[in-house]
């Protein structure tokens, strides 16, 4: 993961422990603070518990250390089986002894208080469990419940605060997760003794679609973005998504492909797309954006490749049936399952679900190929921000897995090509296709805006669909063509 | 571990008081509750407990098995349910009612 890289010069200053969340450990620049406890409220069902598990299970699993596991509300069958699903073998690890679960169950009923007492019995426990493993890390999984079952507030408060001191002293990286508070962070009060680092999980609704958010309020020695950033709870579990970070050490592989046009891969340096680029088509209504990437997709799966078509516009059928009127047959890829349509309606769930569902599907048919058509629709579902966020994040995650990507995006007539939610930065090699009028005739014309890392063609050429496939050539123009060919 | 035996045969029609009092070594909570424990059993059960206390600084792994958390805490495996009583067992009243010999007001 390059966060630690990044970071490793910080290290010295203020030791963090990577939490293997994607995304979290950009954010907190390395991770939560090593050796103290840090507070992570929020309401019910937001994520607390998995924050914290994931926070230990990627601690045992991928940085050796092991971790000790205090539930108060779940035992270590429910956690095991809530978890599974994210593929966390719990007993597993149990066994290879790099985490402890402890489930302490308090009875209210069962308890009868009769004169002074502290809380050693949880001290010795947790001890117990830490010295037994070499515990680094600990999670306390909600230590508040302590206050529903012991009526003493004063014993437990005191008792809570040398818990935390003590763990400190132990150098125990540790989560403690505790209920969101009406008007302060947490319900009893856990942030004035837990000064170090406290998250705040947060899940809302708005106009039918919720979305999950996290935000730093507070981290000691160290500067921390004070956004609140989207995360995802996706079959992996959680995932932020930092709206700054774009990782800039994708391998760049040298690998053309072609675009399945033989005019276009001759405007493209003769040889095509770079393999794992991003490619952006814009154009308006009609102008054959979709069409475009049929070919490069059809010309893909000849090659053997696997493609990933997100539609949210048009059905499968739609699509199949438009694209055999210009001579590209792509059922067969569909039956031969290297072609994988995905329709929906972005409007259907919120930004954030689409991305899981982008994220989840690329992972099941591993595609070398991904088109998003087109990525336009998302503004009817999210802010100018947030979808450039999101676009951010796909662009980034698909180029990590060197995975090329074609974006088609709808562009109103007449407006400069610009209008690209801002994406365009992070786009390789950018189409336009546009409407163009002239003697009372309408032409589809087809230029290439840029194309990062090879030479190509300035020229405006013709962009024809016709039931032999589609056609590309020197636009029709009279009296400008000279000029157009000279450019 | 210390124990204390019953002084007198149990019979077994006789009800069996069967408690165990967990400490963490011998701090003035731990001895003050052991030896409030043993004055209110001599007074309300004579001969029909017993008493096993457990240092859980000596035996930590003890401490789950029966879910401590505070120090000192009394157990009453027997007669069921099981009851806990946390404390030093200074308040008599609250030790009776947790020992069931006496009516919760």
């Known amino acids: 993961m390059t966060p630690a890289k990044q970071t490793k010069k910080r290290l010295e200053l203020l030791p963090k422990s990577l939490t293997g969340i994607p995304g979290m450990d950009e954010i907190t620049g390395g991770g939560l603070p090593q050796g103290r406890p840090t507070l992570v409220a929020g309401a019910a069902g937001c994520g607390k518990t998995l924050f914290a598990m994931e926070f230990l299970v990627n601690g045992a699993t991928h940085y050796d250390e092991p971790g000790v596991f205090v539930s108060f509300e779940e035992n270590a069958e429910e956690l095991a089986q809530n978890v599974a699903s994210l593929g966390f073998d719990l007993k597993k690890l149990s066994k290879q002894k790099k985490l402890i679960i402890d489930y302490v169950r308090v009875e209210r009923s069962e308890i009868e208080e009769a004169g002074e007492y502290d809380l050693d019995g949880l001290f010795i426990r947790l001890g117990h469990a830490i010295d037994s493993i070499g515990a680094k890390r600990v999670v306390l999984d909600t230590i508040e419940v302590l206050f529903s079952a012991l009526s003493n507030q004063g014993i437990l408060r005191a008792e809570l605060q040398r818990l935390f001191r003590w763990l400190k002293d132990k150098g125990v990286s540790a989560v403690i997760t505790a209920e969101r508070g009406d008007g302060t962070i947490t319900r009893f009060g856990l942030e004035e003794y837990v000064a170090d680092c406290v998250i705040l999980l947060d899940h809302r609704v708005n106009e039918q679609m919720s979305t999950r958010r996290l935000r730093i309020v507070k981290y000691r020695g160290t500067l921390h973005g004070t956004n609140e950033y989207p995360f995802l709870i996706t079959k992996d579990g959680i995932s932020v998504l930092p709206i700054t970070s774009i990782g800039l050490d994708h391998k760049a592989p040298a690998g053309r492909v072609s675009t399945g046009i033989k005019e276009l891969d001759e405007m493209l340096g003769g040889k095509g797309y770079y393999r794992g680029s991003s490619i952006l088509l814009s154009g308006t209504a009609g102008t054959g954006k979709s069409s475009l990437a049929a070919a490069f997709v059809d010309a893909a799966c000849q090659r053997g490749e696997r493609c990933l078509y997100f539609s949210f516009e048009e059905s499968t059928e739609q699509i199949i049936r438009n694209m055999r009127s210009i001579g590209i047959n792509l059922s067969p890829h569909v039956k031969k399952g290297s072609l994988q349509f995905h329709v929906a309606r972005p409007t259907l769930y919120g930004l954030e679900m689409h991305l899981i569902t982008i994220h989840e599907l690329i992972k099941q048919h591993k595609p070398d190929v991904v088109v998003l058509d087109p990525i336009t629709d998302f503004f009817a579902v999210g802010s100018h921000a947030e979808v450039k966020a999101v676009l951010t994040r796909i662009i980034d995650f698909l180029k990590a897995n060197q995975i090329t990507a074609l974006f088609t995006s709808y562009t109103e007539e007449d407006t400069p090509n610009e209008s690209v939610v801002g994406v365009s930065s992070l786009i390789d090699t950018w189409i336009s296709l546009r409407n163009l009028e002239n003697r009372g005739e309408r032409q589809r014309g087809l230029f290439i805006l840029k194309s990062r890392g090879m030479p190509h063609s300035n020229q405006i050429r013709s962009f024809n669909l016709t039931d032999g496939g589609i056609k590309i050539g020197a636009l029709d123009l009279a009296g400008r063509r000279a000029e157009l060919n000279s450019a | ?105």
Not at chain 2, 15 to 28: C, D, F, H, M, S
Not at chain 2, 72 to 81: E, S
Not at chain 2, 88 to 95: A, F
Request: glycine share 4%.
């Open chain 2, 1 to 105: 571990m210390e124990k204390s035996k019953p002084r007198a045969r149990s019979r077994p029609t006789e009800k069996i008081w069967e408690l165990r009092l967990y400490v963490a070594g011998q701090t003035p909570k731990s001895l003050a509750a052991f030896a409030n424990l043993k004055k209110i059993c001599e007074e309300h059960l004579a001969g029909q407990y017993h008493i096993e206390v457990i240092d859980l600084l000596k035996k930590p792994q003890l401490a789950s098995g029966d879910q401590i958390l505070a120090i000192p805490t009394l157990v009453r495996k027997l007669p069921a349910p099981i009851r806990k009583i946390i404390g030093d067992l200074s308040d008599t009243e609250r030790v009776l009612v947790g020992l069931n010999l006496r009516e919760q007001k």
